[in-house]
């Protein structure tokens, strides 16, 4: 079975809960994630918390919501669909006119056949969001409406993993668990991380601290960073966001808000050598958790490898996100095999040094052919291209950015360097 047909099927499991940024939706698919890696530590921080300038609102839980005609007929109904309910409703039961009604009603007219995700996190409302298309069936006097949800004090729920490494520093992965049923921009980001924390769990040694966390977006990150910052900050050397990552489209690349960190140059080497087109956004553009992590005095260079960008894609905070339309098993491999790279890159990484003066004679070494004909040089030249820039500044990345050869390449070149004593590592 491939990476990515075992991240589809625990999709698969994650698809119905009823996630928000607070809530039993979060928590049962963090005790999923636990199921599969015992390692994770689900921590919960109380309703009222201040967690940097945001405080954590009271909890939020739904047994039931639908709209029923007065001859008792559901026209709406939250068990159907999880998106039908505008998230953080607040309760609501009553009869009431088909105008008031409307009132709470949320559709997209530009895409009539499509349910939209809405919120209301810090405004009490409630409502129901549908199709635009089945706007004309409302179309009796009267209504009864039913919200039995409960807004209480409770708590935020995240989940952290960490995979020690022969030094502490971290290398960080965040991913956000606060959207209901969508595929892309949800999912997809869970299911990546989930895959490269049990691939890091299988190797014998890895020399970086690796962290996984998975928090409700925004004030997910907020109250991440309130407990860890001063622990982390100096130790994470490169900090991803695992979001939007598992369809087969164009690749997106966001960069951190300095756009020059270490993370920026392997993302973009990364890029460089899947020969596929990515389309590049800025800073401006982002939208997600990247926004608390690089925010001026937090400082954590954060960027992020996606496929269809969150807010670039038809489909996105639609009924439309679906596993199979915007998540396929090839996206999610193809994305998880990316990170893999990225992740032997950054193990790998080092700044070689010459160890002799001048350019080496490779032949008395084994390393030149004995013949020398037209056309047969290339091994040779992509090693003395690569030694060439081995000045104790350039890093893996760098040398191979400048020479163009890929960092396994790059890393093969290296070793053979190395043990024929001509760089010092
Ligand atoms: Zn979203």
């Not at 491939?2 to 994650?14: D, Q, W």
């Not at 009132?103 to 129901?128: A, D």
């Not at 971290?170 to 595929?183: N, V």
């Not at 966001?254 to 050598?273: E, M, Q, T």
Request: glycine share 6%; hydrophobic share 35%; aromatic share 10%.
């Amino acid at each position: 079975m491939s990476s990515g047909e075992e991240i589809y099927a625990f999709l698969i499991k994650l698809w119905p809960y009823c996630r928000s940024i607070t809530g039993n939706g979060v928590r049962q698919t963090l005790h999923d994630i636990r199921d599969e890696i015992n390692q994770l530590e689900i921590i919960e921080v109380p309703t009222g918390s201040k967690v940097l300038d945001w405080t954590i609102p009271p909890e939020w839980n739904v047994k039931s919501a639908f709209v029923r005609s007065l001859s008792g007929k559901k026209i709406i109904d939250f068990e159907q669909n999880n998106l039908h309910l505008l998230g953080y409703s607040i309760p609501f039961k009553g009869i009431i006119s088909r105008s008031e009604l409307l009132e709470h009603i949320y559709t997209l007219p530009e895409q009539p056949e499509l349910i939209p995700y809405v919120t209301s996190y810090y405004k009490e409302r409630w409502g129901f969001c549908i199709r635009y298309q089945d706007l004309s069936s409302i179309n009796e006097d009267y209504y009864e409406v039913i919200v039995d949800s409960e807004l209480k004090t409770g708590s935020l729920t995240y989940g952290e993993l960490k995979i020690p490494g022969e030094t502490s520093e971290e290398i960080l992965c965040s991913t956000y668990c606060c959207h209901p049923s969508m595929a892309n921009d949800q999912l997809s980001g869970i299911g990546l991380s989930v895959a490269l924390a049990k691939y890091l769990l299988n190797k014998k040694k890895n020399r970086y601290t690796y962290k996984f966390i998975f928090i409700p977006e925004i004030i997910g990150s907020a109250a991440y960073l309130q407990r860890e910052l001063p622990e982390i900050k100096s130790r994470v050397k490169a900090a991803f966001n695992l979001t939007c990552c598992g369809d087969n489209r164009t690749w997106s690349y966001l960069p951190s808000r300095k756009g020059n960190s270490f993370s920026d140059k392997v993302a973009l080497n990364a890029l460089k050598f899947l020969n596929q087109p990515y389309q590049t956004f800025s800073w401006n553009n982002r939208g997600s958790d990247e926004s608390m992590f690089c925010a001026p005095g937090v400082d954590i260079p954060m960027v992020s490898i996606m496929r269809s960008k969150y807010g670039e894609f038809a489909e996105y905070h639609t009924s439309g996100d679906q596993l199979g339309i915007t998540v396929t098993e090839d996206g999610l491999e193809t994305t998880f095999q990316l990170y893999k790279k990225i992740f032997e890159g950054i193990e790998h990484n080092c700044k070689p040094i010459s160890s002799v003066l001048g350019e080496p004679q490779l032949g008395p070494r084994g390393l030149y052919p004995d013949l020398s004909i037209k056309g047969s040089t290339t091994p040779v030249k992509d090693m003395l291209n690569v030694l060439s820039y081995c000045d104790g500044d350039n890093d893996l990345f760098d040398i191979s950015n400048l020479s163009g050869i890929r960092t396994e390449k790059v890393i093969e070149l290296l070793t053979i360097l190395n043990n024929k004593d001509l760089i010092k590592l």
